[in-house]
Nanobody
Framework: VQLQASGGGRVQAGGSLRLSCAAS????????MGWYRRTPGKQRERVAV???????NYADSVKGRFTISRDNAKNTVYLQMNSLKPEDTAVYYC????????????WGKGTQVTVSS
């Protein structure tokens, strides 16, 4: 499985960005898709995930501001980020979790999101 992320950039606080991640390859093997982020000096944080059936889960820090969605026909997951804060600045990584337990997750290349105050 290959994951191609796009949509990062720089925005002022209060602004919005939309991240996209398209999966290709053995996409039938994927259950969860989601987004993680990493800031220098901090541990990687799971931001939001969505199952193939559309169930979602969010980090407390983004609830009410971020929305994850998934287009199974296009094998693409989106992260709509509204009311961005400087603390949302990070490298965001797309992730795909296989159905089979014990199989390593797939990761896309990170995309930088910078929120200025």
């Amino acid at each position: 499985v290959q994951l191609q992320a796009s949509g990062g950039g720089r925005v002022q606080a209060g602004g919005s960005l939309r991240l996209s991640c398209a999966a290709s390859g053995s996409v039938f093997s994927i259950n969860l898709m989601g987004w993680y982020r990493r800031t220098p000096g901090k541990q990687r944080e799971r931001v939001a995930v969505i199952t193939s059936g559309g169930s979602t889960n969010y980090a407390d820090s983004v609830k009410g501001r971020f929305t994850i969605s998934r287009d199974n026909a296009k094998n693409t997951v989106y992260l709509q980020m509204n009311s961005l804060k400087p603390e949302d600045t990070a490298v965001y990584y797309c992730n795909a979790e296989p159905w089979l337990e014990g199989v390593p997750h797939y990761w896309g290349k990170g995309t930088q999101v910078t929120v200025s105050s």
